[in-house]
Nanobody, 115 residues
């Protein structure tokens, strides 16, 4: 399954962006969907994830600012990011985990936070 992420761009501090991720085909065995990010010189970190049943988890630094959601019927994933700061600037990657244990990654979308 190929994933296509979109929605990144340049935003001023305090601004908002909405990232989206779509699968190339409908897959009925998707377990977890989520987003990682990687800033220059830093390790890739998990930002947020959501299970098929809707359970969500967030890294501490984005709690209260980011909201992850998914459409199980369409295998689409979204990340609403509010009150963005320079620390949020990174390349964001979406992923899906199938119940089989396989993981697919999207190519990444750049988020730049600058005035």
């Amino acid at each position: 399954v190929q994933l296509q992420a979109s929605g990144g761009g340049l935003v001023q501090p305090g601004g908002s962006l909405r990232l989206s991720c779509a699968a190339s085909r409908i897959v009925s065995t998707v377990n977890v969907m989520g987003w990682f990010r990687q800033a220059p010189g830093k390790e890739r970190e998990l930002v947020a994830a959501i299970t098929e049943g809707g359970f969500t988890t967030y890294t501490e630094s984005v709690k209260g600012r980011f909201t992850i959601s998914r459409d199980n019927a369409k295998n689409t994933l979204s990340l609403q990011m509010n009150n963005l700061g320079p620390e949020d600037a990174a390349v964001y990657y979406c992923y899906i985990d199938l119940y089989s244990g396989a993981r697919s990654w999207g190519r990444g979308t750049q988020v730049t936070v600058s005035s």
